[in-house]
Structures are given as C-alpha cells and as structure tokens.
C-alpha cells in the first residue's frame, strides 16, 4: 500500500472557513453523518468498480496540520483559538464502506462517515478527491478487461496522466483487471508487475533498425520485445524482428514479443503473426499500442486480430471520455436528527438518516438488478420503491438481501487490515461475474435498478412536506 501523510490544508478552503464558525459557535463537535455517493454511471456503462478506500483509510489515520499548515494559516487571518484547535487536530471519526473492488452503482452511499461536523466536513475533499479518481479508472480499466478475455492488459499511462495521479492511476487499473505497468515508481510502490518495451527514438539512434534489434537482444534477451514500426512494418520490422529472433534462439534464448504502435492494427497483426509462425516462432507475442480503449480493443477483436498483449495508455488514466466520476458527500445526519439537502427534483434531493444497503441477490445468488437503500436496521425489507417514481416497487420479500456498509474505521482507527491490490483486484473479478451480461454490455446497458425502503422513502417525503409552505 502507499504509504503517505497527508496535510490538513491538503482541502478546500470552504472547509476551513465553515469549520472555523461552527469552532467559534461551538457547534464543531456537533455529532454528525456524512454519505458519498455518485449519481452518473461513466462511459455509458452500466457499473462502477469503488477503489480507493485503502488509501482513504491510511491518509486519515495521519491526517493533522503540520507546522508549515499551521503557520500558512496564521497568515490566512483564521481566528487564534481556532488555529490552536487545528495544532492539535486528528481524525477520530467512524467510517461505514463497501468492500473496495465492489461493483456499486447510482445513489447508494458508499462510504458513510460519522464524527464530529469539523472532522467529517475536513475529510470530505480528500474523500472525493481519492475515491472518485480510482473509482473511474477502476472502472474504465474492468471495461477493458471484460472485452480483453484472458488477453494480456498494460498500462501504460503514465505521460499522459494528470501529473501525479498516475501513480493512483495505476493502482487503480490493477484493481479493475490490468496485468502490468510501464510505471516503475508505481510497480515499486504497489507490488505490480512492470512491463515495458522500447521507444522509437532508440532505435532511430542506430545506424540501423536491425542493429538496434540486435543490441537490445544482447543486453536485455529477458522479456525482449522489439518496437516494429519505426520504418515499415512489414518490410522491415518483422523481418529484422525475425533475423534477431533466430539469433537469439542460437544462443537459447527467445524473443517475447514484436509491439506494432501505429497504421490499421488489424491488417498488420494478422500479416505479422503469419510472418512469424512462417518462420517457426509461434511463442513470440504480438503487442498493440496507439491511443486504444475498450472500443477499439472489442473492434480488433472482433476482426479477428491476433494480439496477445494490450497496451493502453492516455484512454485509461485519464478516465476517458469522463473526466471525473461524480461523486459527492452529503450530510445525512446531525445531532440526532436526520437531515437532506431539498431539491426541486426528487433526483438532486439527499436521503435523509442512517442508511444500509441491502443488495438483492437471485436464488443463484447472483445480483438480482436492483440495490435497496433502507434505513440503518432493516435488515430485510419485503418491498422496494423506486426513488423518483413512488408509484413503481417491487415484491422482493422471498430474495436474499446481503448488506453492504461495513464498518471499517472506528475512532479514527481502521478495523480491518488494508486489502492488497491483488486481493481488490480478484474480488472485482469474483462480483463481475455475478452481474448479468445484460448490465456490462457496452450499447445501451440494463440500467441497474436502486430502490429505496418504505420506511426510507416516507421519512424523506415527511421531511420534504414539512419545508413546504403552509
């Protein structure tokens, strides 16, 4: 895991100017219940994998205001007594999360904070800050995957990333289902696989493409891939690929691979695969590079195209066509008493109290399509409504309901031990594969069904009548 601590000013600074009237007033020990939730699946797709809880829990643990923070904010005119209060300030909330790896969906709290205002309020930029970047190039990444099969996935992001989020970002793509990654920091960093190739530029520094083969093949003859599209692929790339190749099996050693980064990637890797089976190299793998995503990966595929290994790059780490996922974090609860942002919309309204979210699972135990948000306690609820429409529910009495807040932290304290990327990774792979096909189609996927309780829909339209005028 990523070891790191993170500044207290590492916010925004409404959440200082708020935290220092509720100090001032007295209020910021107030008890309260924070939900983070998203409202919009990203890429059109039908699901979003949660990541970034580990780091979340680990950065709280730390979270405090150093001595440059403290002398930051003096000069920021915040009142004294509050500046003391900031010297001394550590995270002692309670945390309530889906297990990182779930596959989560529209409005169902994620993660729920409970402390007090100031601390709650404190970790909401850093919450959303790390959990939505993850959480959408998690996703993007188990996109890729789904189409890819058991083909070999790369990333490779790392220089088109917005700057240092490529290091998250490639955590995250591990947990969504890549293989490997061209960032060293990252592979150090994550115990991940590191993956990487050569650039054009090495093997336009040679008097010869055949001597830059040649050259790397000597140095580095383990995982030895050669770049084949620096001049022309066909004429020269693979055939000089092939010769060295050939080589290297004179000396017991063998050529991993051949990457093709440009031109029309289907024609290309069908006549380099037949080139080189022709020359009795069956085992060398063919690597496809150049601005790829999970549609053009579905499209090689679909053509028939003989590639063994993926190397997707700037599509990945930046989330691409979305730039962000949309989540946010919502006060749900305060001393005692429930609370919700009103709309004039039922879809921007907030749920109010504290909540639970059951999912309902088939008698295969599969996921059954719908989620329902219930409030805290109600552990199996017989009947489901939608949450705009209140005409519209579901009988759903005779199906398993697993709940899936778990309480994570406690007194700033994490209660369980942080899961390995590897462990995130897999158990995305094992809850993809209860989600029917139906939800991770990429035309026009099932919208997956979230619902709400009775208990939960009347206290929020209980307290939705009681702000209308009289």
């Known amino acids: 895991m990523l070891s790191f601590s993170i500044s207290g000013s590492y916010t925004d600074l409404y959440q200082l100017t708020m ?35 580990s780091d979340l829990l680990e950065a709280l643990q730390t979270l405090h205001f150093t001595k440059d923070d403290i002398t930051y904010l003096r000069s920021q005119n915040f009142n004294a007594s509050f500046i003391e209060y900031l010297e001394n300030f550590r995270f002692t909330g ?29 970790a909401e930029t850093l919450l959303l800050n790390l959990l939505n970047f993850e959480s959408l190039i998690a996703t993007k990444a188990s996109r890729m995957r789904y189409v890819a099969g058991n083909r070999i996935l790369s990333e490779l992001g790392l220089r088109r990333a ?50 830059a083969f040649r050259a790397f093949a000597r140095s580095r003859p383990a995982g030895c891939i050669f770049l084949a599209d620096t001049y022309n692929t066909l004429q020269s790339g693979i055939p000089n690929a092939i010769i060295v190749a050939k080589e290297m099996e004179q000396r017991g050693q063998k050529l991993s691979g051949v990457r093709l980064d440009s031109g029309d990637l289907a024609y290309l890797s ?55 996922l949309d989540g946010v974090f919502k006060l749900s609860m305060a001393e005692g008493k429930p609370r919700m942002k009103i709309s004039e ?70 209660l369980i031990p942080s899961s390995s990327i590897a462990e995130s990774a897999a158990y995305c792979k094992e809850r993809l594969a209860l989600l029917p096909a139906e939800y991770k189609r990429f035309e026009n996927p099932h919208v997956y069904k979230t619902s709400i309780s009775k208990n ?15």
């Open 162 to 211: 917005q700057g240092l989020g490529g290091l998250l970002a490639s955590k995250a793509a591990a947990i969504g289902g890549f293989d490997s990654t061209s960032n060293v920091y990252a592979a150090q960093v994550f115990n991940l696989t590191a993956t990487g190739t050569m650039a054009h530029a090495f093997v336009t520094g040679y008097d010869s493409e055949l001597e």
């Open 270 to 324: 069908r006549k380099s695969r037949a080139m080189l089976d022709q020359a009795g190299l069956q085992y060398v793998k063919i690597v496809a590079s150049n601005q790829l995503d999970e549609y053009v990966i579905k499209s090689l595929l679909e053509q028939g195209a003989p590639i063994d290994v993926f190397g997707v790059g700037t599509s990945l780490v930046t989330g691409a066509p979305d730039a962000a």
């Open 345 to 414: 919309t039922l879809q921007k309204a907030t749920l109010p109290g504290i909540k639970q979210v059951n999912r309902v699972l088939d008698e295969q135990g599969h996921f059954f399509g719908a989620d329902a948000i219930v409030l805290d306690g109600e552990m199996q609820v017989p009947m489901i409504y939608h949450p705009f429409e209140p005409g519209k529910s579901l009988p759903v009495a005779d199906l398993r309901q697993e709940p899936l807040l778990k309480k994570v932290m406690e007194y700033g304290k994490q």
């Open 19 to 53: 935290g220092e009237v509720n100090f001032l007033e007295k209020r910021h020990q107030m008890p309260v219940a924070f939900d983070y939730f998203f409202r919009k699946v990203p890429s059109k797709g039908g699901y979003v994998v949660f990541a970034g809880l």
């Open 456 to 470: 939960l829909m009347e206290l929020r339209d209980q307290m939705i009548n009681a702000q209308k005028p009289q």
């Open 94 to 122: 309670t945390i309530y999360s889906v297990k990182e790896g779930e596959i989560v969906f529209p409005y169902c709290p994620i993660i729920r904070v409970e402390g007090n205002w100031f601390e709650a309020q404190l």
